[in-house]
């Protein structure tokens, strides 16, 4: 008796993946759960999640204390500065701000997680 032909349509519909046998899909599943369900992968998505978030409302206040420091140039002086103010101060004053976010949302935590691992392996 030939082998049935099932289409991939057929098959996703009915929540099998195309090109796994119907054996493979548990053992396909338990291993999703063990890579997304683990412990440390759940703490480091918040982690990484935190950070993002952090991230983010720091590069807004940032932003925010650009646009008062252009506003306070151009009040001292005058509507001639806006060039400068814009342009130069207010650029290099988030510019500056936004290296300091780096540094603590992601040098900083790679690096404390560098420490760990090393201190971790010398004591090994």
Not at 68 to 88: D, M, P, Q, R
Request: charged share 30%; glycine share 8%.
């Amino acid at each position: 008796m030939p082998d049935a032909v099932v289409d991939d349509r057929s098959i996703e519909q009915r929540g099998h993946r195309p090109g796994c046998r119907i054996g493979d899909e548990e053992d396909a599943e338990d291993e999703e759960q063990a890579a997304v369900g683990g412990g440390e992968a759940k703490d480091a998505l918040r982690e990484l999640q935190r950070l993002a978030a952090a991230g983010t409302a720091a590069i807004f206040i940032a932003n925010i204390i650009r646009m008062f420091i252009v506003i306070e140039v151009l009040h001292y002086w005058g509507k001639n500065s806006i060039f400068i103010a814009h342009t130069i101060i207010g650029r290099a004053i988030f510019f500056i701000i936004v290296i300091l976010i780096y540094w603590y949302v992601i040098t900083r935590p790679t690096l404390k997680d560098v420490r760990k691992k090393l201190k971790d392996d010398i004591a090994a």
